[in-house]
T-cell receptor
Framework: NAGVMQNPRHLVRRRGQEARLRCSPMKGHSHVYWYRQLPEEGLKFMVYLQKENIIDESGMPKERFSAEFPKEGPSILRIQQVVRGDSAAYFCASSPKGRADYEQYFGPGTRLTVT | GEDVEQSLFLSVREGDSSVINCTYT??????LYWYKQEPGAGLQLLTY?????DMKQDQRLTVLLNKKDKHLSLRIADTQTGDSAIYFCADAFSGNTPLVFGKGTRLSVIA
């Protein structure tokens, strides 16, 4: 059973460009979470999605950031018009539906650098 | 708002026990977790404990929970150099809810 997959692992964008980060949850997992880790900090929750639904986006900046988890394909975190402050590691986690729904497993992360 | 606090650094000698401490503020936390992060890597779920437990043991790892003081600890017995990493404490209100993380404790193991 493959773990949570994220790509790309490293992404470099110039200020003003768009960044698209992808996350494929573990097989059988229907819940996806995105977290951001700034240098020397813990992870901060951004958004929680199920297939075709945003459940909780309370941690997502109001401007420039969006997320989706379509019926088919990976979850996408999209950052428009990136700024230097968006440079961080972005982690995706997934959890199953049902009895073990409290187990969140993390992907390797995408390290975004904005130049 | 909700907060999780950890000391930032811990240094131990190889073979000794390590104890990493964490305090949290949300008394309604139902699940408490320990994750390990090695340099440049994602987070590895090490262990977790339910709030109705006060101890959980898993091989070299022992988790202690003092719910009254909202204090969680992770003890690693016979610490090895491969245990050098950042350890994050996290809590959650219920299943399928976002985790709230501490800033992480950087464990250095001296050979």
């Amino acid at each position: 059973n493959a773990g949570v997959m994220q790509n790309p692992r490293h992404l470099v964008r110039r200020r003003g460009q768009e960044a698209r980060l992808r996350c494929s949850p573990m097989k059988g997992h229907s819940h996806v979470y995105w977290y951001r880790q700034l240098p020397e900090e813990g992870l901060k929750f951004m958004v929680y999605l199920q297939k075709e639904n945003i459940i909780d986006e309370s941690g997502m900046p109001k401007e420039r950031f969006s997320a989706e988890f379509p019926k088919e394909g990976p979850s996408i975190l999209r950052i428009q018009q990136v700024v230097r402050g968006d440079s961080a590691a972005y982690f995706c986690a997934s959890s199953p539906k049902g009895r073990a729904d409290y187990e969140q497993y993390f992907g390797p992360g995408t390290r975004l650098t904005v130049t | 708002g909700e907060d999780v606090e950890q000391s930032l650094f811990l240094s131990v000698r190889e073979g000794d026990s390590s104890v990493i401490n964490c305090t949290y503020t949300d008394s309604s936390s139902t699940y408490l977790y320990w994750y390990k992060q090695e340099p440049g890597a994602g987070l590895q779920l090490l262990t977790y404990i339910f709030s109705n437990m006060d101890m959980k043991q898993d091989q070299r790892l022992t988790v202690l929970l003092n719910k009254k003081d909202k204090h969680l600890s992770l003890r690693i017995a016979d610490t090895q150099t491969g245990d050098s990493a950042i350890y994050f404490c996290a809590d959650a209100f219920s299943g399928n809810t976002p985790l709230v993380f501490g800033k992480g404790t950087r464990l250095s193991v001296i050979a």
